[in-house]
């Protein structure tokens, strides 16, 4: 995903309504005039880079300034629809905990989601007590780098945080997802693949059909899979 200054920079040299440059004094006034609350000067050290980590607010407010989607900050599109007035989805997060997690165990706690993003360091730290508050839509600001550490570990895209249109067909896809997991295919084709070096092809190919046959006539498998994410040691 390319960097929030660069994307911002552009935006601001090359606005896609057509109109000259923006300068971070008119960026600052046309967030203001729609009700935010930014002032140029940190405008000037997001588009240096100096600061990279504002609120979603500010990606949304900023992204409606410029005319522009706010998923164009998180490598999404930046075209608005008629009347479209996008901002931070708050059932998206709990899709996520509700749908992906290891298909041998149930849903991610915060704790292990914050202990996970917080150890790798790339997206620095977040608690577990603020995801809870995410969850709740107690809390509905978080700062980029928490929103990409939260798509990270989901393997989600950070535009479906924002984007309707990326989210009707993510959630529809998982929803698919969910149906195959219920009747074992996920559990099926992950352990076949994980012994794939192991079989021969008669082998897999008997595999495949016997499960083939086991759908049919309604009868479900489990297999039983190590988490592909190793769990945090909360200890």
């Not at 929030?4 to 606005?15: H, I, K, M, S």
């Not at 005319?67 to 996008?86: M, N, T």
């Not at 993510?170 to 693949?193: H, I, M, N, P």
Request: contains cysteine; aromatic residues 8%; proline residues 7%.
């Amino acid at each position: 995903m390319r960097p929030f200054a660069e994307v911002l920079n552009e935006l601001c040299n090359n606005p896609p309504d057509g109109r000259g440059k923006v300068t971070n004094v008119a960026l600052a006034a046309a967030v203001k005039a729609r009700g935010g609350d930014i002032g140029h000067g940190y405008i000037s050290q997001l588009r240096l880079g100096v600061k990279d980590n504002p609120t979603c607010q500010a990606i949304v407010d900023l992204a409606g300034a410029l005319g522009v989607h706010p998923a164009v900050f998180l490598g999404g599109r930046g075209d608005l629809h008629a009347g479209e007035q996008p901002g931070w989805r708050a059932n998206a997060l709990t899709t996520l905990f509700e749908a992906v997690h290891p298909p041998d165990r149930g849903p991610w706690s915060p704790e292990e989601v914050a202990a996970a993003i917080s150890s790798s360091g790339q997206f620095g730290s977040i608690s577990a007590s603020y995801i809870r508050e995410l969850l709740s839509s107690t809390s509905d600001n978080p700062r980029l780098k928490h929103i990409l550490g939260l798509a990270d570990h989901f393997g989600a895209d950070p535009a479906y945080f924002f984007d309707d249109d990326l989210a009707a067909r993510v959630d529809s896809e998982l929803t698919d997802f969910l149906a195959l997991r219920e009747l074992g295919v996920v559990e099926f084709v992950t352990r076949l693949a994980e012994r794939t070096g192991e079989l021969s092809p008669q082998a897999r190919a008997a595999a495949v059909e016997g499960f083939r046959q086991a759908l049919e006539v309604g009868e479900g498998w489990s297999f039983p899979l190590n988490s592909r994410r190793p769990s945090p040691d909360l200890t």
